[in-house]
């Protein structure tokens, strides 16, 4: 895998797609146990996205990755702003100027966003987040070298994390709230970062196929 | 008794709300009993108008009201904390280790910090006295 700046563009573009069409589902999600915005903001805060790294081809991939960050902090609006905010500023702090990712970078990539979103939200998994899905899926990606058919392994383990939510009870954001009324329901936040990881899977196998 | 020369300078106050109309209610019902002296300025709702908060406004709005004894941060819940620690961190020096963010209920810590710096008092006091207004009898 040797992803440039362009092709790293339209991975971005992929996942702003599948966040889009799955707009409706995600607010639904967190409509019952949150504030039914989740989708929207996501929504908004990827189309914005699309529209700030359009013209970023010459530009290498830490910038286009902290771009994608900055640019979801000032738009979406809710808690997943700061949230993917700062993974994805994290992800560009951890590939710098590169102008060129391989799969090594993936995992350093998100590590890195795994890590900004567990100091920024203070969460641990276990408790109904984003971590949920992604701490599985980097473990997968830790496990051995990485390449397509790992990566596809650790979709599949952020999506049985994202099962893992429905069993427990929410800790963090507004869910929490609801106490053991959460049980039952799955994480909004996990489901839109499993959504991503599944986006990163697709894009990457049409390239190799 | 605290005497305040004129052009002294006071802790200026944000509030972080998902609701424009929720800080803009809080900063009328502040002014209404302090007076307009403290710099109270308003960072919420999103720029096309849906609830949310936004990292770079809240920047701006402490950059418009620092002038050199701080700037205390009260934000509503949830998003509004992790975006004003993300704009914190975003703010260069003097300026960022001189912003604090307040853990407090929004309107009484608002209330009871606004007040404190209309007396002049320091960042670390305006923010232990929003601080102070949790568990704060309402009902005598």
């Known amino acids: ?52 790294i359009a013209a970023m081809t010459d530009k290498d991939c830490g910038s286009i990755l902290k771009t994608v960050g900055m640019t979801l902090v000032s738009t979406v609006g809710g808690a997943s702003g700061p949230l993917y905010g700062t993974a994805f500023m994290r992800a560009g702090q951890a590939v710098g100027t590169k102008k060129e ?24 998994k276990g408790e109904k987040t984003i971590v949920d899905a992604l701490e599985p899926a980097v473990e997968v990606l830790k496990s051995s070298p990485v390449n397509l058919k790992l990566l596809e392994e650790a979709v599949k383990a952020a999506k049985d994390g994202v099962e893992y939510t429905k069993g427990i009870i929410a ?6 709230y609801l106490g053991e009324r959460s049980i039952g329901h799955q994480d909004p936040g996990a489901t839109s970062c499993y959504i991503m990881l599944a986006a990163v899977h697709r894009a990457l196998s049409e390239k190799s196929s | 008794m605290i005497v305040l ?49 936004d990292v770079f406004l809240i920047e701006q709005k402490v950059l418009e009201v620092f002038d050199g004894d701080g700037v205390l941060i009260i934000p509503d819940l949830g998003s509004a904390v992790m975006s004003a620690e993300m ?54």
């Open chain 1, 101 to 124: 990712l391989g799969f090594d970078d993936l995992l350093l990539i998100l590590d890195a966003a795994l890590e900004g979103i567990k100091m920024r939200g203070k969460a641990e």
């Open chain 2, 87 to 140: 704009a914190i961190e975003s703010l260069e020096e003097p300026v960022r280790s001189k912003t604090h963010l307040a853990d407090s209920p929004f309107f009484e810590g608002a209330i009871a910090a606004s007040m404190e710096a209309s007396f002049g008092k320091s960042l670390e006091e305006v923010k232990k006295a929003a601080e102070n207004t949790r568990g704060m009898n309402k009902i005598a």
């Open chain 2, 5 to 53: 020369e004129w052009g002294d300078a006071l802790v200026g106050i944000i509030l972080v709300s998902h609701s424009k109309k929720m800080a803009e209610g809080a900063k009328e019902i502040i002014t209404q009993v302090i007076g307009d002296k403290v710099k109270i300025e308003v960072a919420a709702g999103t720029s096309d108008n849906r609830l949310g908060t």
């Open chain 1, 171 to 176: 800790k963090k954001g507004r869910a929490s």
């Open chain 1, 1 to 52: 895998m040797a992803v440039g700046s362009a092709k790293l563009i339209e991975i971005i573009n992929l996942v702003a797609n599948d966040i889009q069409e799955n707009k409706d589902f995600l607010t639904q999600l967190d409509s019952a146990i949150g504030d039914a915005d989740h989708g929207i903001n996501m929504s908004k805060g990827f189309k914005a996205v699309t529209e700030k």
